[in-house]
């Protein structure tokens, strides 16, 4: 017999019998094909996804045996470290391509079990939505009157989440005792750092396939409870805002975002960081500044300007044994995938500025490759000519009512031929 659950928005009953369904080979397949689109480096056991690939069948067949009779064991991580834009580090834990399959087995059944219990208000790494539609809401919010918006921020979320209070949520969908029991063996899975070994007591290993699932089932009772009582909040995994109308509305969801967090959840806020602020000051969310005495007003924050030109300058260094168009290879996905990002903002004087910054940083490189001295520079027309794509190209090609001297463009005469208005 199922057991009820009280509360359960998406379905009646827990679901009991979920494992066969996440080694049956085909789900296996699936997993494989996603993880290899993913691609990335081996883990802890140096194989690497091509390896992998040459004896797929026997591989995904061992895993499909492992899981069957209840012996499979995840390997520990291997730790690397990323570099921040403020000059910290963030950790990940990389799987072996055997685990980041699993990973994927389990997030593909369990995708569907939890994906109808989130909230309309969750925008990250969630099918159908993005970065994107979490700033309009932003924006349909501030239009709509919040000018008052409190910014949460959680002190190391994904490293902190309570393992047990994490699988008492996981627990209230699913009964299975032997997923229940594969969860949580990849959430204890240790550490290896070169030669050095560290248990994990807490927290969802940064770079596992099912993290961000994990990361989202603990924060949906904090996206429950503030929904429940009224409040607009926006949160994209663990950046959040919260929107409000008045100050006395903010103070109380302030309140109310410690004692969800901090006691139902057992997360730290970082107290420095969590405040309310006026739309006039502006405030940050996603990567954009907002505000700033101007309810429609966006434009990259400084801590996003900063980071695209450390990737810039990585790239366009000056002692390094590169042709032009390698660099040109590395500059350009960089210069796409910011300027895209950016583009629905507030963005041309930005984008001017430092197009007129990455031609100094090319032209120098330029010139340092021939051998050359001094500060000519070379025009845009050249190092467009060279396959070099500027943050302007983007914009202009996107949004084409922004091109520059609207009011001087030549105006279309009946004949098709450009005519000059008569002065």
């Known amino acids: 017999m199922q057991e009820k659950t009280w509360g359960r928005k998406s379905r009646e009953f827990k679901v009991h019998s979920l494992i066969d369904k996440v080694y049956k080979l085909l789900n296996l397949y699936i997993a494989w094909e996603k993880v290899k689109a993913n691609k990335g480096s081996g883990g802890i056991d140096k ?26 064991t995840p390997q520990l991580l291997r730790r690397v470290w990323i570099p921040k834009p403020n000059g910290d580090r963030r950790p990940l834990g990389i799987p072996t391509i055997k685990d980041r399959v699993v990973q994927q087995a389990l997030l593909n059944r369990l995708t569907k079990i939890f994906e109808p219990k989130f909230l309309d208000c969750s925008f990250g790494f969630r ?59 990849f959430l204890e899975a240790g550490v290896m750092e070169e030669i050095r070994f560290t248990n994990v007591l807490a927290g969802t ?80 969310f996603l990567g954009f500044t907002f505000g700033c005495g101007y309810s429609d007003y966006k434009i ?41 990002y950016f583009i629905k903002g507030n963005c041309r004087r930005i984008f001017t500025e430092l197009d007129f910054w990455m031609r100094n940083r090319v032209t120098a490189f330029k010139l340092k490759r021939q051998g050359g001295y001094g500060h000519c520079q070379y025009p845009y027309s050249r ?41």
């Open 47 to 72: 194989v690497s996804l091509e390896e992998f690939e040459q004896n797929l069948d026997l591989n995904l067949r061992e895993i499909h045996r492992l899981l069957y009779e209840d012996r499979y």
């Open 127 to 185: 099918a159908n939505c993005s970065t994107h539609q979490a700033i309009e809401k932003v924006e349909e919010y501030l239009k709509d009157g919040c000018e008052w918006i409190v910014e949460v921020d959680i002190e190391k979320c994904f490293d902190t989440i309570n393992h047990d209070l994490l699988m008492k949520l996981v627990n209230e969908e699913i009964a299975d005792g032997r997923v229940l029991r594969l969860i949580r063996s």
């Open 205 to 284: 290993p940064q770079g596992g396939v099912i993290s961000p699932l994990l990361a989202n089932i603990y924060l949906h009772p904090f996206d429950e409870a503030m929904s429940k009582e009224g409040f607009r909040i926006i949160r994209y995994a663990d950046d959040i805002v919260v929107m409000c109308r008045r100050k006395q509305e903010a103070e109380g969801a302030l309140k109310r975002i410690k004692e969800i967090l901090e006691g139902r959840l057992k997360l730290r806020l970082n107290l420095s960081k969590t405040k309310i602020v006026h739309k006039s000051r502006g405030f940050d």
């Open 300 to 340: 990259p924050r400084e801590k996003a300007i900063k980071a695209f030109k450390n990737k810039v300058r990585f790239i366009t260094r000056r002692p390094q044994p590169k042709s032009m168009s390698m660099v040109i290879s590395e500059l350009n996905p960089v210069v796409r995938g910011w300027g895209n």
């Open 383 to 423: 190092l467009q000519a060279m396959g070099i794509v500027f943050l302007k190209n983007l914009l202009y090609a996107k949004r084409p009512e922004l091109l520059p001297a609207m009011g001087q463009r030549l105006r279309r005469a009946g004949c098709g031929k450009s005519a000059r208005p008569v002065r």
